[in-house]
């Protein structure tokens, strides 16, 4: 076996514990739907109750939305070789309008499929591709507008709702569920999400199931505006190949620290090989763009692309299972002169390539002239349009320029074909916009194309921190994000200098992580606080494991405490090394707060009433105000 | 001599090369003024020459407002124990309105001179400490209302336009000029910065000159809604104290990474000494808390406070040199009632020692009571006001609540009664808010305080990524300094965990640089956009020492990039490790570009007109579309 095979099984055998540990003091549980076989993944905080000096009482557990899939169960059997267990199977096949195929129908998967070159590769139980039978078509969008509630579109309600509803009386109890109101901009959260709801936004075109039938592995998520904001994280290598289990180990790593979605951007020799690893382990959905792969396939020689190349490449995706394809239909031919006068041109690899095809052909673009065709692809295998902004801005100087208008309104046409199809479309946005100039992209894409699912990279505030792309485009991201985009594309630290590391794909996801729950309180989604207010609570009530372990990166906050503070006792001290253990300033509230109880009155009446009494105890108690080290 | 005295004197002897270094490809220029002892430093980034491929041409050095002072300055010799030059004490003498006293009339301050214990700690050189001569008021507002201008206004003038007039014709040349129109939400940005404009803002109280007559090292700045955002970083150990030596360093290191002001938190037993080390060498305005002090000087007692012994810290404090004072004297004792019900309390320290102080004697606080005798020091030495927020929220949870607001409206009064005495002010703010109530507090701030300088501590926009904190607060500080906040107190990824470490003091600054800079693009700042479109320029001409030089943190940028491609071929690269050598995006435009040139016409025309000619060329050169390796 050459080293990459062997990589590849030992790589399959181990799964790096880092990687799978469960989260300290978090369970997986699953919510399970109207059948047995819709059971929806969630993570339960379990909280220590209150010390008796903060009014003893029990703390609820806290239930977050989970996207870490069976890895961080510890009851789970976890196997590369095997990859993941269906979700979706039953439910794909029940619908009874897609059929099994003999083996792959592209070309090219047909020739790497007997391929003895890349048999030590290749994953072992290649599962038999499906496809919608003749004429049938079997994107949700299409039941949907039929009236017709999935299992996914019911799983996502579930998902969404995250217990909110059960919970409810223990966080009021707890004095958790308080929000501020939320300024959405023209959403309309529902209080509470029910299929309905799913399929009616599905419908609309307002939201879409990243879907594949031939990813019956994936876990139903939605994207769009009325659902939480969702982070997509790109993996993949460039130039340097990783080994296929680097990647599906950075895949599984992505999804723990919350990627909603993962692109697969890898290229090379062995992508075929590598994305077929990754979707058989991936419990989210895995987005791509097929025409990398079509160039590697011309050695990277864009002119000599062809639409039938580009479509074997399509079809021999699409029946792997990816989810959704980003596809730089808008980069048309009379665009490309716009960008001569750019400060720093075309920045999107796909758009670059089509532009470079259109000026050697000088013909318009064969996504554009062919794009009825790809619908129908897309619509045999359920693969969500990721209409491609090509000419994205790649600096503050290009920011919302001509060719970046021009081409979002053809993005906008593209989006009625596609819905003509009954295909799920979302569309994807810059890039570089300074802060006040970043509203506008999103009024644009709302009104250009019918308030399809906004997926914006960053946007990237600022060009002047390479080396902190990833809070340049922070501030961007939870700023659109509150103004409406569905899903934000995270960036590390390495944008614009390098390839991402373990530590940036944790660092840019956690930022991203960050934006989108920002923006989610910002726009009123119901229950987003109950964390927020619980972590809180733990702060002021100093249970410090809980305030870690409710936090986003709970080994980070605790490996941050404990640098100045190892010890376990700190862990129960009432103080950090911030301010040391002399004087901390949330004491006090907590002596105002227990005078008021003692009343049995109002805080603030036996406030007003017994401030004198208040005064002598206080004199009486003195130093006793603070734990005695 | 105590291994404390030693590390002093050793320290003093050595700064840390790390903290001193020149940032590569930059120098020191000093732009002098209308007499020749006001030189204005800035720090000038050379650039190199377009490559011929992409039309050869010069590229104008960027001059970047430098925050720095002589520590990165090779010609400068520096001693710690000697502390900066002068640059302030002849436009002091000059005004004669101040007199050099026998020594610190503090009884503190003189107890500390004398003392043998802490001989070996004492900054040798100790000046005579000025005041202001009897009935004399030497804060630059008063000068400001009577119609003077300043040596300090006219410094700080020049410092704001950061040689854009001069630089304009070259950077108009490279094309770095254009820039997005501004939304700034009222704030009356000059287009360039007349001394008689910083006199008005100040007499007008809209913007403040911290500037103590006992800093004379300080180099004068402003911070004002009508000028650059502006970031302090607090600095100072708490209960493990750290050595003087170390305490200073971390000054010197952050003002390298771009703070403009620094507060001195420092608690123990040394802090006398300890500030005295850090106002002698430092070039950037110093802040304190004397409240911190008072406390320790009542070992931690807050019941045993009184006016005198606060008053006699304040003088202390101002007869060596701190420029603003943070005093919390909108905690008023009928507020402290109205957090009882909150979920994270008072989070203030001040704030809390003062609620402890009114509940304990039932009475008053002493800083609202003697608030106009505190005007007297302050306008006896030019120490501003910055009315802390003792009351800011602690959380999500808590945000723009009762007691927040009650205490803002207090804090407004208190400002007019600080303007009738010619005192400057600045005004704390939060804190922990939602995205959606930002905007709020800063049109609150505007309202109650007549347009005093808002200086905010973030604000958090969510509470549950403890270890990011300063992500989750630099999206709230982008944003609320877009509205108009005037200076933006950083978070360290310590916040709420512990104490920041030099690399937490450097990714805070950094942060906050980043929300600052996004504000000033944002508010549309002058010229604030030719650094952001000369990096990206440099980074799509391959440029790429040019694109590192020019970014907040050169030294990680590189360091980055060198992760995958170290060797120095790479710097001339036209590819980085993200896509590899293959295929950059960034190389079509160029083509079009030269194309057109080439025609001798618009480029528009050209490609229009000539795109089968073009077509016809681009099939020949053929794989010669990028870099070969």
């Known amino acids: 076996m050459s080293t990459q095979t062997q990589a590849v ?129 079997v994107t949700q969008m299409h039941y949907a507008r039929r009236g017709i509630i999935t299992p996914e579109m019911e799983y996502i309600a579930i998902r969404e709702n995250n217990r909110l509803a059960e919970m409810r009386e223990a966080y009021e109890a707890a004095g958790l569920l308080a929000q501020h109101p939320g300024e959405s901009f023209g959403a309309a959260l529902p209080e509470e999400f029910t299929p309905e709801f799913v399929r009616q936004e599905v419908a609309a075109g307002r939201a879409i199931i990243p879907a594949n039938i031939n990813h019956p592995e994936s876990e139903p998520m939605a994207i769009g505006r009325n659902f939480r904001v969702k982070v997509n994280a790109n993996l993949g290598n460039s130039a340097v190949t990783s080994s296929i289990d680097e990647e599906v180990e950075k895949m599984i790593w992505a999804i723990r620290w919350g990627a909603d979605t993962v692109m697969d951007l890898s290229t090379g020799k062995h992508i075929h ?65 716009m960008t001569a006068k750019r400060k720093t041109g075309i920045v999107s690899r796909g758009g670059s390539i089509m532009a470079k095809w259109c ?20 619509k045999a295998y359920d693969v969500s349009f990721s209409l491609g902004d090509g000419l994205r801005p790649g600096s503050v100087f290009d920011a919302n320029d001509e060719a970046q208008m021009a081409e979002l309104r053809t993005l906008g046409e593209l989006t009625d074909r596609a819905w003509a199809n009954d295909c799920q479309v979302m569309i994807e946005g810059p890039g570089h916009v300074p802060m006040q100039r970043i509203k506008e992209n999103m009024e644009a894409e709302l009104s250009d194309c019918s308030e399809a699912p906004f997926y914006t990279l960053g946007p990237l505030t600022t060009d002047i921190a390479p080396g902190y792309d990833h809070i340049t485009s922070g ?155």
Chains 1, 2 share one sequence.
């Open 9 to 137: 099984q030992e790589g399959a055998t181990r799964v790096a514990d880092e990687v799978r540990r469960p989260f300290a003091g978090s369970r997986k549980i699953h919510v399970t739907g109207s059948r047995p076989d819709l059971r929806v993944p969630m993570r339960e905080i379990a909280q220590s109750p209150t010390s008796t000096q903060f009014g003893a009482e029990d703390n609820p557990p806290i239930t977050v939305y989970d996207t870490a899939g069976p890895y961080t169960d510890p009851e789970a059997d976890i196997d590369l070789r095997r990859g993941l267990p269906d979700v979706r199977a039953g439910w794909i096949a029940e619908r009874a309008d897609s059929e099994a195929l003999d083996g792959p129908t592209s070309a090219f998967g047909r020739e790497r499929r007997e391929d003895p070159a890349t048999a030590g590769l290749r994953f072992e139980h290649l599962r038999t591709p499906r496809r919608a039978t003749d004429g049938a078509n």
């Open 273 to 337: 090989e590598t994305r077929e690893w990754i979707l058989r382990n991936s419990p989210v959905p895995i987005g791509t763009v097929p025409m990398y792969q079509a160039l590697e396939k011309v050695n990277g020689k864009a002119e000599e692309l062809t639409w039938e190349l580009f479509r074997d490449t399509l079809i021999e995706q699409a029946e792997q299972g990816v989810d959704y394809f980003t596809i730089h239909a808008g980069v048309r031919l009379p665009f490309v002169p």
């Open 475 to 629: 501030i961007g991201a939870a700023n659109i994000g509150w103004y409406g985009t569905a899903m934000l594309c995270y960036v590390t630290p390495k944008e614009h200098l390098g390839l991402p590391n373990k530590h940036d794909v944790r660092e840019g996801i956690v930022t991203y992580k960050i934006a989108a729950h920002a923006a989610d309180l910002a726009k009123g989604f119901p229950g987003a606080q109950v964390r927020d207010n619980a972590l809180s609570k733990a702060r002021f009530e100093f249970r410090w494991e809980d305030q870690f372990n409710l936090g986003l990166d709970p080994d980070k906050a605790k490996e941050f405490h404990d640098e100045t503070l190892p010890q376990d006792s700190a862990k129960v001290a009432h103080f950090c090394s911030m301010c040391g253990p002399h004087f901390c300033s949330m004491k006090i509230t907590q002596e105002v707060r227990d005078y008021a109880a003692a009343q049995g009155v109002d805080s603030e009446t036996a406030l007003e009433a017994g401030m004198q009494e208040k005064a002598v105890e206080f004199r009486e108690s003195g130093g006793k105000l603070y734990h005695e080290q």
């Open 359 to 378: 000026l050697a052909h000088h013909t318009e673009s064969f996504l554009y002239t062919h794009f009825d065709e790809i619908c129908e692809i897309m």
